[in-house]
């Protein structure tokens, strides 16, 4: 049966640029040595202009 696990990551938003995402990397790497797979990401938020601020890191394991 697979096991589902979601992570939220919160961009480093600059209200006039883009918003930057630093720890993914650092996430999937902590993850991975835990026996997950990353699958895919889902945004959790956006802001006013529809800039996505927040996302769900998703991942899977056979457990």
Avoid: C, W
């Avoid at 919160?10 to 995402?21: I, P």
């Avoid at 990401?41 to 457990?63: A, M, N, Y």
């Amino acid at each position: 049966m697979k096991k589902y696990e979601y992570v939220n990551i919160k961009l480093q938003n600059n209200y006039v640029a883009n918003a930057v995402l630093a720890e993914h990397r650092v996430v999937i790497n902590e993850m991975a040595e835990k026996g997950f797979e990353y699958v895919g990401f889902i945004p959790s938020k956006q802001g006013p202009s529809g800039k996505i601020v927040e996302i769900d890191l998703i991942f899977q394991t056979e457990r």
